[in-house]
């Protein structure tokens, strides 16, 4: 259930940030905004990262 749960949690907020973040640099660079597709690529590139680190850190701590 933790598993989930941060998973979960990371999703809402890189999501979160993605749009904030894309948003900026959309204006910045006069680009068209796509949110769904800035969600996407945030939401998978966070959700990568970060089971990355869980799994590599896990493995330090053996």
């Known amino acids: 259930m933790k598993f989930l749960t ?4 990371v999703v809402f907020w890189s999501a979160i940030f993605g749009e904030i ?3 900026i640099v959309g204006q ?4 068209t905004y796509s949110s769904i597709s800035i969600a996407v690529v945030t939401v998978i590139t966070a959700l990568i990262l ?3 680190v869980t799994l590599i850190s896990g493995n330090a701590n053996k």
Do not use: D, F, P, R
């Not at 941060?6 to 949690?9: A, E, F, S, Y």
């Not at 910045?28 to 680009?31: A, C, F, G, K, T």
């Open 6 to 9: 941060k998973n979960l949690t």
């Open 21 to 23: 973040i894309g948003y």
């Open 28 to 31: 910045l660079e006069s680009q």
């Open 50 to 52: 970060v089971n990355c």
